[in-house]
């Protein structure tokens, strides 16, 4: 158990809908980010979160948006769902932010699916 | 565009050492390299980071030679529980970037 949380476990959905995922990092963890991962592809960064603050930005579609909180607990936000979209969304926080000694521990990742 | 790469797949057996490689051209001044290892179905689990030179920890090694622009994941005597997916990853302050990850295949 990393101590990261992610609700829920899965998700079935249908095509133009929106969804919110949501994260709690362990505690005091101040990072946050998401990641993407369609069936048998590898990990595609999306963004990061640190102390509330977007800190970095990867292959994000306009179509999601995410935040962090006060109480560091982060939601991913996906909207107009296409069928492409269908994948694991996971979840890491780490005490730092970047540049230095920064182990990230994962959830265990929801699992999106929109029919 | 920075971007790592590695071997899509490796077979191995057990009670073998295994090395993967990394190539990461374009990486940065302040950027570390990470490696990761993901069984099916869970969030990926930290193996190793480095900076330069070699690292070791209790079940891994990591290699990076003096240009930084490659770097050698080493996993000694394998075994069947090792068969996963193993990604390096290279970030520094606003940047995050996988690689495809090399899915390793552990015989008896």
């Known amino acids: 158990d990393s101590g990261v949380t992610q609700t829920p476990k899965h998700l079935i959905t249908a095509t133009g809908q929106r969804v919110t995922l949501r994260c709690s990092p362990r505690?005091?963890?101040?990072?946050v980010y998401w990641y993407q991962q369609s069936l048998d592809q590898g990990l595609q960064f999306l963004i990061q979160y640190y102390n509330g603050e977007e800190r970095a930005k990867g292959n994000i579609l306009e179509r999601f948006s995410a935040q962090q909180f006060p109480d560091l607990h982060s939601e991913l936000n996906l909207s107009s769902l296409e069928l492409g979209d269908s994948a694991l969304y996971f979840c890491?926080?780490?005490?730092?932010?970047?540049?230095?000694?920064?182990?990230?521990?994962f959830g265990p990742g929801t699992r999106l699916t929109v029919l | 565009l920075a971007k790592t790469t590695q071997p899509i797949s490796m077979d191995s057996y057990e009670g073998q050492e295994v090395n993967i490689t990394c190539s990461h051209n374009n990486i940065a001044t302040n950027d570390y390299i990470t490696w990761y290892q993901q069984f099916p179905s869970q969030g990926p689990r930290f193996i190793i980071q480095g900076y330069k030179t070699k690292v070791t920890n209790e079940v891994a090694s990591l290699f990076i030679p003096a240009d930084r622009k490659s770097s050698t994941l080493s996993l000694p005597r394998v075994s069947l529980s090792d068969t996963a997916v193993y990604y390096c990853l290279v970030s520094g302050a606003s940047k995050i970037i996988f690689g495809s990850g090399t899915r390793l295949s552990i015989r008896p």
């Open positions: 505690s005091g963890d101040l990072s």
């Open positions: 890491a926080s780490s005490v730092e932010s970047g540049a230095s000694y920064n182990e990230q521990f």
